[in-house]
């Protein structure tokens, strides 16, 4: 992404999350009051004007079908997973990437059981994102510490300690719609830090494309269509994980319980009733694991399988 400009990418995903939250309350998968204020006036428009609401609704349907349902499936199982960590006693929130989440401000038992919440992203996004809190809220929650990293040039380390980072406090890292964008090198980096700088029973969330969708090999729509935007927005596809890989990738870097939900898992766990004909992409896999020591060394080389077309 350019260094001066928020994120493109977390613009589209608060849309999904904004749009999915405007649904009838038996309806939505996931609900975030706050995803609108990161909106522009045109989006605000295009939702009050019924048929051009509809025509772009169908557009993006036909070019990247099941995205949004997989998008809000995400959320929403971060969210099933966030909860129950704040209820077993987590005492630190990392959001890793943290684009326009609104997690730190919609989870009332954060600031109530006073676990600090840090924010990490890109100083450009973060700045547009404070402003916005700011305006929402009158001014920005004691319990965040936002904390700007470009993660290709920064430390993750450097920058959470200085924040105030503390490494023995049992801490829940949601690192969302972000390891795609990373080289592997990063990848392997952040998981040495959650694996060595927080202790056993510590617990990661996150998401990852396989391979296919990185390299452009992917017959599915919605992948080729991604890829193509997010490059021409300056923010290219770096990293993909097979599923089946997923289990052994985490375990040789200090992680155990390692739990992967695809589409069709969250097809059976989240779409039901009135949404049980939404399509979700397969594009995506969902991971929740825990810490379960210090990371192994040689990692990169594991990191992504790479292939020919």
Not at 9 to 38: K, L, N, V, W
Not at 53 to 63: A, V
Not at 66 to 74: H, Y
Request: proline share 6%; net charge positive.
């Amino acid at each position: 992404m350019k260094a001066y400009r928020p994120s493109k990418t977390a613009h589209g995903i608060a849309a999904a999350r904004a749009g999915e939250s405007m649904r009838p309350g038996g309806e939505r998968i996931c609900h975030d009051p706050y995803a609108i204020h990161f909106l522009g006036p045109v989006y605000r428009a295009i939702r009050r004007i019924g048929p051009l609401h509809d025509y772009f609704r169908r557009r993006n349907d036909r070019q990247l079908p099941g995205m949004v349902g997989a998008i809000v499936a995400r959320t929403r199982f971060i969210d099933d997973h966030l909860q129950a960590a704040i209820a077993n006693g987590i005492r630190q929130l990392v959001i890793l990437g943290a684009g326009y989440d609104c997690r730190a401000y919609r989870f009332a038992d954060l600031a109530a059981r006073k676990i600090r919440v840090f924010e990490v992203d890109h100083p450009a996004t973060q700045r547009f994102k404070m402003r916005k809190i700011a305006a929402i809220f009158g001014n920005l929650p004691a319990h965040v510490v936002y904390v700007p990293i470009r993660f290709h040039r920064q430390r993750l380390a450097d920058g959470l300690f200085k924040a105030g980072y503390t490494e023995g406090l049992r801490t829940f890292f949601i690192w969302e719609g972000v390891s795609m964008y990373l080289s592997p090198e990063a990848v392997d980096d952040t998981l040495r830090f959650m694996a060595d700088c927080s202790p056993p029973g510590s617990e990661i969330v996150f998401d990852c494309f396989p391979p296919d969708v990185v390299d452009g090999c992917s017959p599915l729509t919605e992948a080729r269509t991604l890829r193509r935007y997010v490059a021409r927005v300056g923010e290219p596809l770096r990293f993909g994980l097979a599923p089946g890989a997923v289990e052994a990738f985490l375990q040789t870097r200090g992680f155990a319980s390692v739990r992967v939900v695809n589409s069709a898992d969250c097809k059976a766990l989240y779409f039901n009733g009135p949404d049980a004909g939404r399509k979700v992409s397969a594009i995506f896999s969902f991971v929740h694991a825990t810490v379960a020591g210090r990371a192994g060394d040689g990692m990169v080389e594991h990191a992504v399988a790479r292939h020919d077309c």
